[in-house]
């Protein structure tokens, strides 16, 4: 079962001439990051790849990760969104030096990383701090609150007096609301809820003052009710510190209302990529259509329910075989509606097919039939540059948008079998507007 073949080229790019199979399409120009428009580059992983042996002595591998591109911009929240074992806490350990990389480069305020000895690890670590999906296991039980805050702050911030240490703690209990602070800081773990275990991991991050915050799933243990203050809270530090935020998630519907670019990853691949309304509205990759397909819709109950069933007669269900055992062509075959041979043996590369989208898929034309995207000349090179997944892009470039025509997989037809117009999975937002404890 041994899987060691990565992708190879994952910046293809539209045009009517190229070879391989996107004649209708005729897009031709630099991929942009939607979400390079809030600020600075902080943090970038290139071709990040995580192998893991499986066993002793077992000679076999499982290739994890497989050259994942990721960019981080100050003030800007990127969401990697994907099923249970698809390879987002991976990426995200990854990007928080937790586990070591098997190949690839990690590139912080545009110096690559290295992170061998501890001190150079202390160092990372107050740059790049890291939010666990369970607040009752990243909390030490036997520790109140305020050790758990003063232990960060005296490793990252060892000039503060004792003094300023009491003052930082409560200032950290304050930006994260846990109001009023004298309440909470003499709590053990076990003494508060879940939303307040998070807001306290929270507050330990922003001890170490990072220029990143990766929040691996900070909410999908927290009850439904608390979940938008906890995100309207990370929202609300992203502008007022200036942070890089990852937003790992299995949750497409959230990503859409709280990222500004979406990154879908499937079996350790990267899939598709674009703005966050593009990708959610008009999904491209068949995998997105389903994640898509799954989201709640509060305008139409049960809808998603009955978009499962029609699904399942149109994409094959998932296999009790991980995705990551799979070989070396494109990792979603055995689930999608429109896999050929080619499929099975070849990996699809990332396909540019606008400014700011990208997919990975050799049958865009049948996921997307009757599209056609507007051709926008390549950029001059000649100017300061950022590179994201080995395409160039001038730096603080305006971006425009793509219109694209929504044909997802699950609902192409009706409950009795018929076509219809195909409507977003995803509903409209009413407002903005979140009430925070």
């Known amino acids: 079962m041994s899987d060691l073949s990565f992708p190879t080229d994952t910046n293809q790019q539209m045009s009517p001439n190229t070879q391989l199979g996107y004649s209708a399409l005729s897009y031709q120009g630099d991929f942009v990051s939607a979400a390079s428009s809030r600020g600075r580059l902080v943090l970038e992983a290139k071709n990040l790849t995580k192998v893991y042996k499986l066993g002793f002595p077992s000679k076999d591998y499982i290739s994890a990760v497989r050259n994942a591109n990721i960019a981080l911009y100050e003030k ?27 190949s690839g480069e990690i590139v912080l305020n545009g110096n690559s990383v290295n992170v ?7 160092a990372y670590k107050s740059e790049v701090q890291m939010v666990f999906q369970d607040p009752f296991a990243s909390l030490n039980s036997i520790h109140k609150v305020r050790h758990h805050l003063k232990r960060p702050i005296s ?64 909410v999908s243990m927290l009850d439904v009710s608390i979940r938008l203050e906890v995100l309207s809270l990370i929202d ?52 997105t259509q389903l994640l898509v397909s799954a989201a709640p819709n509060p305008d139409d ?33 055995p689930r999608c509606p429109f896999a050929d041979r080619k499929c099975e043996e070849q990996f699809p590369p990332l396909v540019t097919i606008s400014e700011n989208r990208q997919v990975a898929c050799w049958h865009i034309e049948q996921s997307l039939p009757n599209v056609s995207f507007k051709k926008i000349s390549p950029k001059s090179q000649s100017t300061a540059e950022i590179t994201l997944q080995g395409a160039h892009s001038a730096f603080g470039s305006e971006h425009t948008g793509s219109n694209h025509i929504s044909h997802n997989v699950s609902d192409q037809f009706d409950t009795d079998g018929h076509s ?18």
């Open 76 to 102: 800007s929240v990127v969401a990697l969104v994907g099923e249970s074992g698809s390879g987002k806490s991976t990426i995200a350990s990854l990007l928080a030096g937790q586990i070591p990389k098997t």
């Open 116 to 122: 061998k000895s501890n001190r150079k690890f202390r």
């Open 155 to 218: 490793i990252h911030q060892p000039h503060l007096k004792k003094s300023a240490v009491e003052k930082e703690i409560y200032s950290l209990l304050h930006q994260v609301r846990l109001l009023p602070a004298d309440q909470f800081i003499d709590k053990f773990p076990y003494e508060l809820s879940g939303g307040q275990r998070q807001r306290v991991a929270i507050a330990r991050s922003l001890a170490a003052r990072p220029k990143v915050l990766l929040a691996d799933e900070p």
């Open 236 to 287: 609300d530090l992203r502008d007022r510190f200036n942070l890089a935020v990852l937003y790992v998630t299995h949750d497409i519907a959230s990503a859409r209302y709280f990222a500004d670019e979406t990154v879908v990853i499937y079996g350790g691949d990267i899939v598709e990529r674009g703005p966050s309304e593009d990708v959610t509205q008009n999904p491209a990759h068949p995998y």
């Open 301 to 333: 109950l049960g809808g998603s329910i009955r978009n499962a069933k029609l699904t399942a007669g149109t994409t094959k269900p998932r296999q009790t075989e991980s995705a990551l055992t799979s070989g070396i062509g494109c990792r979603f075959t």
């Open 420 to 437: 219809k117009t195909s409507q977003p999975a995803v509903p409209e937002r009413d407002s903005e507007d979140g009430t925070v404890a």
